[in-house]
């Protein structure tokens, strides 16, 4: 069931604030869509927000929500909020985007900061569902977008880097929009369920992770936290014999700045690729070359899944280079 046109359509976003979120609203504005936006940090929901209305056509009207999507009842207050604003008494699109790293050590990690990323990761999207197929079924022909992951057919990050309460949500993510598509066939037929699947993808993930668990960025490291990432660098290669302390945190903070500025698809590029499945009428999404390369080694030989050596044999790793000189 294609979407042709977005033009005159009501949309939900969910972690509009940022990254993929702030440029699905864009692209939809733009496209003519009217968006209602929720996002936890009310500022960057608002910075979307002007962004959006300075390319939206006339009648294409953009609001901005506070919500945490881990509570149910901020987003009963946010459908509320939203139908009232754009007089409406239905939605005809819903993303299921916003999430949060951290907790990446079920073993070593506080229990509250892997409940917390779990429940935003998890309950988000389970809650967005609730709340909003309703209102999907009503508009007649909607269709609901939730984002998983790579993390959510692989649950790692390679040697010596864990990720273990994000993998475990999008693991869910993903079982739960599959299962969606025979429910919503056979007793919500008006409905389509949509599964997008990003590998790298340059967002502020890791910033917003930071600022969602309190945690310090690089600079403000105490000994304590050096120390736990001066082994797990080491542990997975990076990280050579002697560095210093401020060396370390240094490496540190390039490394957050490289993961949004140097990765291979750009949030904008992520958002064009979702609304063209989304137009197309596909159901599951990858996004970037790296989520369609791990995807088929880890489907192809799911028993070396996490025998990286195997899984990362001579061959994979020149395919995958190869691709990318195409590029």
Not at 25 to 51: S, W, Y
Not at 83 to 109: I, P, T, Y
Not at 200 to 212: A, E, K, Q, Y
Request: charged share 20%; aromatic share 8%; net charge negative.
């Amino acid at each position: 069931m294609a979407m042709d046109s977005f033009t005159g359509k009501l949309a939900v976003v969910t972690g509009a604030g940022s990254g993929m979120g702030r440029e699905l609203t864009r692209q939809l504005a733009a496209q003519g869509c009217a968006v209602a936006g929720c996002d936890l940090n009310p500022d960057t929901m608002a910075e979307t927000v002007a962004l959006a209305r300075a390319e939206a056509p006339a009648g294409a009207r953009v609001t901005g929500h506070a919500c945490d999507v881990s509570a149910e009842a901020q987003l009963l207050g946010f459908r509320d909020e939203l139908l009232e604003a754009h007089a409406r008494d239905h939605v005809n699109l819903v993303f299921a985007n916003a999430g949060v790293g951290g907790a990446a050590s079920f073993v070593k990690d506080p229990r509250e900061q892997w409940e917390r990323t779990f429940a935003i990761d998890w309950y988000g999207v389970y809650y967005t569902a609730r709340v909003f197929v309703p209102l999907l079924i009503a508009g007649g022909d909607g269709v609901l977008v939730n984002t998983s992951s790579v993390n959510g057919f692989w649950a790692a990050l390679g040697p010596g880097i864990p990720n273990t309460a994000y993998s475990t949500a999008k693991f869910a993510v993903r079982g739960f929009t599959e299962a969606l598509i025979e429910d919503l066939r056979s007793n919500a037929p008006q409905v389509r369920v949509v599964l997008v699947m990003p590998g790298h993808v340059g967002t502020d993930i890791l910033v917003n992770t930071r600022s969602i668990h309190g945690t310090p960025g690089p600079e403000e490291l105490g000994q304590a936290e050096l120390d736990t990432a001066r082994g797990g660098l080491t542990d997975a290669g990076l990280l050579a014999d002697g560095v210093s302390d401020d060396e370390l945190r240094h490496l540190l903070a390039q490394l957050e700045g490289a993961f949004k500025d140097k990765a291979p698809v750009t949030a904008a590029q992520a958002a064009t690729i979702i609304l063209d499945g989304v137009r197309s009428g596909t159901w599951r999404i990858l996004i970037g070359q790296d989520a369609a390369w791990l995807d088929r080694l880890v489907r192809a030989r799911p028993e070396v899944a996490y025998d990286y050596k195997e899984l990362f044999n001579e061959a994979a790793v020149a395919e995958y280079a190869s691709a990318a000189a195409r590029r």
